[in-house]
T-cell receptor
Framework: DTEVTQTPKHLVMGMTNKKSLKCEQH?????MYWYKQKAKKPPELMFV???????INESVPSRFSPECPNSSLLNLHLHALQPEDSALYLC??????????????FGEGSRLTVL | SQQGEEDPQALSIQEGENATMNCSYK?????LQWYRQNSGRGLVHLIL???NEREKHSGRLRVTLDTSKKSSSLLITASRAADTASYFC??????????WGLGTSLAVNP
């Protein structure tokens, strides 16, 4: 199984809502990533988990809260978002221990719209 | 965060033609990877070229790396309409910080 599965595919939420994005992989990868991508732009790194521990937080606002409950799952909890947070949120994984140089496997993304 | 630069930012060609896109960085290049993204979808890994390699092939793809010029190029030969997508390069950099290029949007017209 070489898939990274993200749910939901689409999410519309108000600025006062609390929602979560989910990501799952069963490739045994121990490095998992959240990226944010705006239209016609490259992915922007948000968070990296390595062996279920948060290893990189790219100064992301606290209204985004990541969680890695186990080695296969990665969540992104959303609360009090702003309209400018509307974007495609991509989850990716790669085998840990590759010093960021191994192939990234991406999910299809969750398209988030904040009203 | 520092970003690489890709050119051209947009490229439109006819089916059957070759497409060349370039990626350059201000930092040193360390194991550069190319990815493809269909509109609104996830990215798909195409090819990795290590810092000690100069050229690599995979099917219709040819990637070159010039570490002295801190640049890489991706050539797609005999393009097809299905190659229409955005193409991004990613560089692990010399401090393990991931740096993405700005991307090239390729349109292959049938």
């Amino acid at each position: 199984d070489t898939e990274v599965t993200q749910t939901p595919k689409h999410l519309v939420m108000g600025m006062t809502n609390k929602k979560s994005l989910k990501c799952e992989q069963h490739m045994g990868h121990r490095a998992m990533y959240w990226y944010k991508q705006k239209a016609k732009k490259p992915p922007e790194l948000m968070f990296v988990y390595s062996y279920e521990k948060l290893s990189i937080n790219e100064s992301v606002p606290s209204r985004f809260s990541p969680e890695c409950p186990n080695s296969s799952l990665l969540n992104l909890h959303l609360h009090a978002l702003q309209p400018e947070d509307s974007a495609l949120y991509l989850c990716a994984s790669r085998p840990a221990g590759t010093s960021n140089t191994g192939e990234l496997f991406f999910g299809e993304g969750s398209r988030l719209t904040v009203l | 965060s520092q970003q690489g630069e890709e050119d051209p930012q947009a490229l439109s060609i006819q089916e059957g033609e070759n497409a060349t896109m370039n990626c350059s960085y201000k930092t040193s290049i360390n194991n550069l990877q190319w990815y493809r993204q269909n509109s609104g979808r996830g990215l798909v890994h195409l090819i990795l070229i290590r810092s000690n390699e100069r050229e690599k092939h995979s099917g219709r793809l040819r990637v070159t790396l010039d570490t002295s010029k801190k640049s890489s190029s991706l050539l797609i030969t005999a393009s097809r309409a299905a190659d229409t997508a955005s193409y991004f390069c990613e560089n692990a950099g010399n401090n393990r910080k991931l740096i993405w290029g700005l991307g090239t949007s390729l349109a292959v017209n049938p």
